[in-house]
């Protein structure tokens, strides 16, 4: 056979040849996904075991409504609503679908009104059915999850600075401000290179936690450091940039450990 006539062959079968999926690489890998969720519940909920908090609510008084769920969605930021939405739309008959005209109007306060104890009530049952869990899982990937380990991955951080970015995500949200991820983002940029750029990845990721520190202390509700002091730190310092058991950190003053597998 000519060379032009095999080149056009095999151009022919890779064209028809199936694509391949990339491989789960870092937390996006199941086991390195359930140990970041681990890590977040035991500042958001002081437990490691997340999958109970589905049916957590209550405000804490942060300025931001209820907070909810395996991460901590609240009412005040929007994330409820969306949850609570996303549910309605694929289970019309559930028990928080008449709750949805009150969580748009107390979208952006920490306003109750509207929902109060029956809303709580309805959200327990509802976190007892599968759909609800699932429509907590999917917006917790879509606004939080997902877009912290796409970026942590185009800035060329193996798994902790993946994790590190998501737990800012979860509790400062994924916005621009000087007060949101974004805003805790460029700060560090402005002391460190990221690894993308040919930084080094521990003094870019200790610049980011130097960034967050800032921003938790400038609101009284996350002026407790010990997500990140005593517990990310912990790990930066011991050079586990990849997040492999054995883990011992301190969260609030409770100890916590997720074993070698």
Not at 100 to 126: C, K, M, Y
Not at 139 to 161: I, K, M, N, S, W
């Amino acid at each position: 056979m000519r060379r032009a006539a095999l080149v056009v062959v095999l151009a022919l079968l890779l064209a028809g040849a199936p694509a391949t999926a990339a491989a789960p690489s870092g937390l996006d890998r199941a086991d390195r996904k359930d140990i970041a969720m681990q890590i977040v519940s035991s500042a958001e909920n002081s437990t490691l075991r997340w999958r109970r908090q589905y049916t957590y609510l209550e405000d804490i008084g942060d300025g931001r409504g209820y907070t909810g769920g395996i991460i901590g969605f609240c009412s005040g930021t929007g994330d409820v609503l969306e949850v609570v939405r996303s549910y309605t739309d694929a289970h019309p008959d559930n028990p928080l679908a008449r709750f949805l005209p009150a969580l748009r109007d107390v979208n952006g306060t920490d306003s109750h009104r509207g929902l109060g104890r029956p809303f709580v009530r309805a959200w327990h049952r509802a976190a007892r059915t599968a759909g609800f869990r699932h429509a907590q899982d999917v917006e917790r990937d879509r606004v939080y999850f997902d877009p912290a380990v796409r970026r942590a991955q185009r800035d060329g951080l193996r798994t902790l600075g993946q994790f590190i970015y998501y737990d800012a995500i979860v509790m400062h949200g994924p916005g621009s401000s000087h007060l949101s991820f974004g805003g805790i983002r460029r700060t560090a940029m402005r002391h460190a290179d990221t690894p993308a750029r040919g930084g080094s990845e521990i003094a870019y990721l200790d610049a980011f936690l130097d960034a967050r520190v800032d921003a938790m202390e400038a609101e009284q509700a996350h002026e407790d450091t010990s997500r990140v002091d005593t517990a990310q730190r912990v790990f930066l310092r011991d050079h586990n940039l990849d997040l492999t058991p054995p883990l011992t950190w301190h969260v609030y003053g409770d100890r916590f450990h997720i074993p070698a597998p």
